[in-house]
C-alpha cells in the first residue's frame, strides 16, 4: 500500500486509454525507503515546531529511549495486567504476533466484508458468537482461504474478532512511542487576540500534526491503520443504520488503538479524555491524514532533484548523470547566462523606477521642493531618460535668455531657441547664452569670442531683413489703401 511509484512503458494499445495515475506523495515515499534517518529528521524537525516535546518524550518518539508509560509502576491493578498479558502469550502466525504484511493481508478480508455490511445495527458493539470467532480465527491463524460471504458467519462476528486481532498486537497500532505526543496534539487549541490560549481545539494544526506523526509510523501499522479509519469513517457515515456514530467507535477501538498496553483505564484517569476524543477526531478527519503536508513533499522533491522548477524527464535523466565532467562547462555557461540576464532585469528595473520618480516629480504643484528635485535631477542627467518614455506631464520651461537678441528672435520668431548640443557625453548640460557669458567669456580670452562675434553680425543682418520685410508690408497695405 505504500510502495514506491513504478514507471512502465506499456506497448499493450487496450491498456493506453487508462487513466495515468499520479501519486504526489512519490517522492515523499522514496526518501522514507531510501534514506530513512534523513526522513525521520525533517518530520520530527516539524512536529517539534507544533507540539512541545521535551527531552525525554523527544528521545522517546526517536525511539532512542524505552517509553514511559501510566500504570507501569502501580502495583493497585496488576492482576488485570498480568491477566492480559497472559491471554497475549497464546501466539499465532496472525493473532498475537507482531505485525506484518502476512497479518495484515489477512485480517483485510475482515475489513472487506465489513465494508459490504455497514448497515447492521450495533455493529463493533453487539459481540458475535464465539464458537464461529474461534472457526474463524483458526482459520486465519492456518492461513486457509474463508468465503465469508457464504453466509456462514454473521457480520458481528467478524467486527468482533477484528478487534480481537488488534487487542492481541504486542503494542497498539500508534505505537507506545507515539503516546506522549498524541497526547500534547490533543491539547492544541487556538488563541485569542490577545494571545491567550482558548478550549477551542485548533484542528489545522492537529490535522498538520498527525499527519507528520502518521508518516514516521512504520509501514505495517501505518497502513493497517488506514485501512481501518477508513471503515470505521464509513461506518459513522451510516450511524443512521447501525446506530454507531464516530464517538461510539472511539470508545470501542481506543483501547486497542492508542491505549498503553497492560493498562486499564483506571491507570489513564486523568487522560482517558483525551485519548477517546483524539480516536474520535482521527475517524472524522481520516480522508485527510494520510496525505504528507505540502512541504514536506516540496522539501523530498527538493532532496532528489535539487531546484524548484517543474522538472521533466530530460531534467531527470540530467540529474542522474550529473557527476560526469562534461556537464560541468555547461553548468558554467548557464550560470554565466543566468547572471547577466539577472544584472540586465536589475538595471532595467532602476530605469523604470527613475522614470516613474520623474514623472511624479513633474506631476508635483510649482513649489520650492519642485524646483530642488529638478535641480537634483539635473544634476545628474545619466540617469534621467526621459526620451525613452516621454512623460505624461508638459515638458519643463526653459530659462530664457536676458540677451538683448534673443529677445528679438522671440518677438519675430514666436518660439524660443534653444541652441542643441554638440555631444550628451561632452556636454551634458545644454549651452545658455546670455550677456553674463558673453562679459565672462571676453574676460577670459577664450576663441568662443570670435564665434560670439559673427552670431553678433548674424543676428544684425536678421534685424536689417525683418525691416525691411515690414517696410514692404506697409507700402503693400498703402497701395491697398
Known sequence: SDAICNFVICNDSSLRSQPIIFNPDFFVEKLRHEKPEVFTELVVSNITRLIDLPGAELAQLMGEEDPKLPG???TASGFFRSLMSLKRKEKGVVFGSPLTEEGIAQVSQLIEYLHKNLRAEGLFRVPGNSIRQQILKDALNSGTDIDLDSGEFHSNDVATLLKMFLGELPEPLLTHKHFHAHLKIADLTLFDEKGNKTSTPDKERQIEALQL???ILPAPNRSLLKLLLDLLYQTAKKQDKNKMSAHNLALMFAPHILWPRNVTANDLQENITKLNNGVTFMIKHSQKLFKAPVYIRECARLHYLGSRAHTSKDDLDLLTSSGSKELQPL????????????????QQRTEEALKELFRHVHN?????KKKKLIRQFNKHPAALTPGCDAPASPAPRRTRSRSFSGLIKRKVLGTPVILERKSRDTTPEPVRVSKENVQLLQKCGSPAHTSQAKLKSLEGQKEESCRRMRARLLSKDSSSL
Open 72 to 74: 507501569a509502576n502501580s
Open 213 to 215: 506523526l502518521f508518516l
Open 331 to 346: 553548468k558554467s555557461q548557464k550560470r554565466s547566462r543566468l547572471d547577466s540576464c539577472h544584472q540586465e532585469e536589475t
Open 364 to 368: 508635483m504643484p510649482d513649489s520650492a
